[in-house]
């Protein structure tokens, strides 16, 4: 479900090159270990998803911090977005999240 919604947001294309018709990837900003911003967060009073849509060059970019990668970071996702996300995923979250209430926050999004 939260992937279908990053790409539906992207117009079903790469937010990095643009591409249209690849094979589209749902891209976490950060890890999707970090359970605190895995489908999204608040930021500034409004739920972000924390993803983006990449074709599989420039999510494998992105991943891998090769060149594509400050260029992603500062066009597509925003510095202080990303900044914000970092933050955010670094607090302690217990395992028994509202899965429900996240579900809805996904579909309001």
Excluded at 5 to 32: D, F, M, P, T, Y
Excluded at 94 to 106: C, L, N, P, S
Aim: net charge positive; aromatic share 12%.
């Amino acid at each position: 479900m939260w992937a279908k919604k990053v790409k539906e947001k992207s117009g079903l294309k790469c937010e990095s090159c643009q591409e249209v018709g690849v094979w589209l990837n749902a891209c976490h900003i950060v890890g999707r270990r970090h359970r605190a911003t895995r489908w999204g967060t608040f930021i500034d009073g409004k739920y972000d998803l924390c993803g983006f849509s990449g074709c599989f060059n420039c999510h494998k970019q992105y991943d891998e911090h090769g060149p594509q990668e400050y260029i992603i970071r500062v066009d597509v996702i925003g510095e202080r977005r990303y900044q914000l996300i970092r933050q955010m995923a670094m607090q302690t979250v217990t395992k028994d999240q509202d899965y429900a209430q996240i579900k809805k926050w996904i579909e309001e999004a």
